[in-house]
Structures are given as structure tokens and as C-alpha cells.
């Protein structure tokens, strides 16, 4: 089970995450939904260490999560990423073997098999010479799922996979989510739109800056909740999407 406790960040004196706290247990695809700003992306690099918290604690299994990281898989927004970077296709989802086989040494031939059946996964083996660079946003995103797929980790946290992708890539996407959840697996998965917080997802986590609702899809996405979280927007975002 992960379980966050009273986790807050604070950006030179902005509050980013209030004091929140949640816990997940395994087969789970758990979406965090929210306005822009809430601190969505900022609780999920809070989670995995990747920027200082003021307050909290993390803990996978009863250890702090931040001693298992190799049982976490990221995939953070695309505006981070440098897609100008020259690397191929296979190498990407080849540096998600790194803990397994080192830093300077060649693949192991169980690696490049993990490898491969990831990139076959998602569609992607055939393009596995291609530069990452040179595919559309929906082949880019298959491949950095590939890259979760072949760390084989147990927990997986998504900071808005489905920007920039086409329906196949979306629905393909979803597909690997149940299968992963099938096998147990916790995914977090932070949404850019309301109308993302389909019925794919078994729980929802509403937040803006903290937790406002946790739980199914009927308990959090209520008039009450979205207008705490949205304000004067909620109006306008529940007639224009498919909730």
C-alpha cells in the first residue's frame, strides 16, 4: 500500500500542496483531478522526492518510498522532456534497465527481451530505430509507457499522459493501465481535463493546493466538490465535458 501523510510543499512562501493524505492499495488506477495551479504535478514530485517538502511522509509497503525507488515508475509531463535529444526509440525504453544492469555496462539479454516485449506492448517495436524525436506525440508517449513497462515496477505515477495524443494512443494507453492493473500494480495518474476523469479510474483524488474529495467517481465528482475546486468555473467545465 502507498500511504501519504500530512505532505505539504512550499514554494518561497506559496503554498503549493496543503497537508495532504491519502493511502492506495494495489490494483488501483487512481486519478488526481483539479484546476490548473491546484499542485497536481507538484504533489506527485513531492511523492517521489524529486523536489523538498515542507512536511509529510511516504511510505510504500511500511518503508519510506523513498528507499524503494526502484519499484517506482515516472513518466513526467512532455514539456519537460527534451525530444531533441538524439536517441532512438529503443534506447529510451533500454534506460529503464539501468539499475538492473549499471550505468557503463552493455544490456543483458534478459534486458533487451524486457525491452522488447514493452516496446511490442505499445505498438512501438517495429519504430525501434527511429530517433524519438522524429514520432508524433502519441508515439512518444507509447514509448515512455514502454520505458514504465520495462522497469517492471510496482508503482506507477503518470503526470499527464494523455496530452498530445490521438484516440488509439488514448484508448491503447487505458488498456495497458487495466492490464497493469490486473497484476496489481498502483497507478496515480494526474489529468489535464475534467472530461479525462472517465469511468476508466476506481478512485479520484480532487484537489486544489489540498484535498478536497477522495474516493469513487459518484463521491468525488459532485456539484459541491467541483464547485470547492473550480470556484466560478465549475459551471462552464461541467457543461463541456462528459462527466
Not at 520505458?147 to 488509439?168: I, N, S, T, W, Y
Not at 498502483?186 to 481535463?193: M, N, P, R, S
Amino acid at each position: 500500500m502507498l500511504e501519504v501523510q500530512d505532505l505539504a510543499v512550499n514554494y518561497r512562501g506559496v503554498v503549493a500542496v496543503e497537508n495532504i493524505s491519502f493511502s492506495l492499495a494495489p490494483g488501483q488506477i487512481v486519478g488526481i483531478i483539479g484546476p490548473n495551479g491546484a499542485g497536481k504535478s507538484s504533489l506527485i514530485k513531492a511523492i517521489l522526492g524529486l523536489i523538498p517538502v515542507q512536511q509529510g511522509r511516504v511510505t510504500f509497503r511500511s518503508r519510506a518510498l523513498s528507499r524503494q525507488l526502484a519499484q517506482v515508475a515516472y513518466i513526467p509531463q512532455r514539456a519537460q522532456i527534451d525530444w531533441d535529444y538524439p536517441i532512438t526509440v529503443q534506447n529510451v525504453a533500454m534506460m529503464a534497465r539501468i539499475r538492473h544492469t549499471g550505468l557503463f555496462r552493455a544490456p543483458s539479454r534478459q534486458s533487451k527481451v524486457i525491452v522488447q516485449n514493452a516496446l511490442e506492448r505499445v505498438g512501438m517495436w517495429e519504430l525501434r530505430h527511429r530517433q524519438i524525436g522524429e514520432l508524433s506525440g502519441g508515439q512518444q508517449q507509447r514509448v515512455f509507457l514502454a520505458q514504465a513497462l520495462a522497469q517492471e515496477a510496482e508503482l506507477f505515477l503518470f503526470d499527464e499522459p494523455f496530452v498530445g495524443v490521438d484516440k488509439k494512443t488514448e484508448a491503447m494507453i487505458f488498456e495497458v493501465f487495466d492490464q497493469l492493473k490486473t497484476e496489481g500494480k498502483i497507478l496515480l495518474v494526474v489529468g489535464h481535463e475534467l472530461r479525462e476523469a472517465s469511468r476508466e479510474y476506481d478512485r479520484f483524488l480532487l484537489i486544489n493546493k489540498k484535498l478536497i474529495a477522495n474516493g469513487s467517481r459518484s463521491e468525488v465528482i459532485t456539484p459541491e466538490n467541483l464547485q470547492q475546486a473550480y470556484g466560478d468555473n465549475v459551471i462552464f467545465l461541467t457543461r463541456n465535458s462528459d462527466l
